[in-house]
Structures are given as C-alpha cells and as structure tokens.
C-alpha cells in the first residue's frame, strides 16, 4: 500500500511540475514578443483579390450518335440473289443495295393478272345485262366484288415485288455485311447497317437547376478520347421535362463532321458555357473552409485574420468564383489557413502569388 502511494504522489508531483513549466514558457514568451514589439504573427501566404475575365462553363460528359442510323434487314423472305455493295463505302439515297430472288411471286402476279382480266370481262358484261334488266342487282354486285378483289390481290403481289429490291434510305457509310449472295433471309435477319456520320448527334445531361438559362441554337464545344483538338457543335433540340429520377435535362447537339475524323458511339468531353463575367473574383480552391451551413475563408483586417461566409459558383481545376461576401482589394489568407482562428495575428506572405501588395 506504501508503494502505490509513493507512486501515486510522484505522478501529482510530476503533473504539477510540468503544468509549472509550461506556465513559466508561456510568460517568457509573452515577454520575449512584447520586448520586441508585439505579440507574435503566424505567417501565411495570401493574394489581393482583383476583378478578372471568366468564362463560366458546365463540364459534362456525353456521347457521340450518328445523325441517321438504320439496320439493313429485308421485309420479305427469299434466298439473296444479288448483292450491290461494298462494305465500309459511301452509297447515296435510293442506291440497291441488294436484291432477293422474286422469280415465285413474278409467276403468281401473273397468274393473278389473268385473274383480274377474268373478272374484269365479266364484270363488263354484267353491267350489260343489268342495264337490259336480265340479271338482278345482286348479281352484278357480286361480279363487280370479284373484279375489285382481283385488283387488290395484284396490287398486294406487285407491293411485295418492289420489297425484293433493297435501296438505301438515306446517303452514309454502308458498314459489315452479314449475309452472302445465297443466304436464306428473313425480317429478323441482320444485313448491314448504314450510318451517315456526316453529321453527328451529342447528347448530354444538364443538372435541373441550369435548365431555365438553355437556348436553342447556343454553341458548345467538346473533345473527345485521343485527341486534343477542340469540336464545335450547336443545340438543336431540349427534352421539354426534367428527367424525375436523375433531376437532369437531356439535350442534344450537332456537330459537322466532314473528314470522318469523329465516330459514333465515342464518348465527348463537353464544355457548355453559361455566360462570360468580366468582374469575377477568383479565389484558390484550397483558401475555402467548408462549415455546416457553406464554405467561409479567411482575409486580413488590420494584420489579423477576419472570418468571412462566402457564397460560391462555378469552379475551375483551382479556382472557385465567390459570388457573395467578398470584394476587390480584399486580401485573402491561402494556406496554413486550417490552424487560423478568428482575431490570429497574421504576417501575410506574397512572395508565392501575383499580387505584391501588403494587407
């Protein structure tokens, strides 16, 4: 028992002694600063906030689409007899492409002629004789349904007829084929597919709350995986409602595509610009604290550091725009900011930024 309280009362005496000592390294501390001049500064880096150019732009993904895409498949069944293309060229609207062999419905359309030329005799002469009264109404009615039904079962033959020769609907790049001349084809059967990649469709999501500031007709810009190089394509055409579940507005845009350097299916980097301010204030991304209710950031008042709430908007990759809360000339604190407190005496450094002035 004698033990534990020798040891209990070389730990009280140990506390004691090191609270004494810290106590004693405080004053001397104190007095060190006022000898010199003043209490102590921490030094951290800052910027005089001046008014400058930006554009504020929307940074969205979206994708590339074929302005006009078709899967090349026959509406009737047959064997191929002839195939009129090459795959990966350029065909033009109303090109045959292919045909499928129609030799059965040539002999049934002319089966059905010579029908049709029956009934169409004997509807003439039943006219006759309903004129002289020697056949009653519902006999001519009768010959006169004969002849109308032959006509339709002609017209039915020669429709199908025109569906054995495939053309293409519009003019475009013709892709793989996946049939041969001899292939038995069917409606559900793949031929080819044609895609006119002359121009070409993004198409993007805009959060809801911009949805009111879209316009047709505005221009946007994109790049996509690989290259560099900057693209230029116009709105044509906004979905009329938000979409409920992602709370986003699609939109599309086309795009000129004359050297087939852009390929449908690709995905766009696309950068949507809502308007051009000439008096922003630009703040560096790690200045800004975010606290419950928004962000707030630190400036320099009479060489001591001044908590202000700030409203932010749109962001470059290091930089913030402030729309509220801060003005021109106003010195913002931009590092060491995380162990400042409201009322530090600060010594603001600028070596590191563009602006040179003192706070």
Known sequence: MKIKYIVYTLLIIGIAGFVGYRIIANNEAENAGKKQGGPSKTTVSGMVLTPEK???????SGTLEANEQVEIRSEIMGV???????????????QVLLKVNDMEMRAQLS???????????????AKLLLEKQ??????????????????????????????????????GTIGLRYISE???????TPIATLVNTKQLKITFSIPEKYASRMKLNSELTFTV???????????????PMV?????????RAIAENPDGKLYPGTFANVILP????????????????????????????????KQIEVETGSRTDSSVRVISGLKAGDTILTSGVMSLKDGTNVKVDFKNNKAQTGS
């Open 54 to 60: 930006f554009a504020d732009n929307l940074s969205l």
């Open 80 to 94: 191929i007899e002839k195939i009129n293309f090459e795959e990966g060229t350029q065909v033009s609207k109303g």
């Open 111 to 125: 089966q059905v002629r010579t029908a049709q030329q029956l009934a169409s005799e004997n509807e003439r002469r």
């Open 134 to 171: 020697a056949i009653s109404q519902e006999e001519y009615d009768i010959a006169s349904a004969d002849f109308k039904s032959a006509q339709a079962e002609s017209q039915l033959i020669n429709a199908q007829l025109g569906k054995a020769t495939i053309r293409a609907p519009f003019s």
């Open 182 to 188: 001899g292939t038995y084809v069917t409606p559900t």
């Open 225 to 239: 995986a690989g290259s560099k190089e900057e693209y230029k394509a116009t709105i044509y055409a906004i979905e």
């Open 243 to 251: 979409d409920l579940n992602t709370r986003t507005l699609k939109m």
């Open 274 to 305: 809502l308007e051009t301010v000439d008096d922003a204030l630009l703040v560096p991304t790690e200045s800004l604290i975010p606290i419950q209710n928004g962000k707030m950031i630190f400036v320099s008042k009479g060489g001591k550091a």
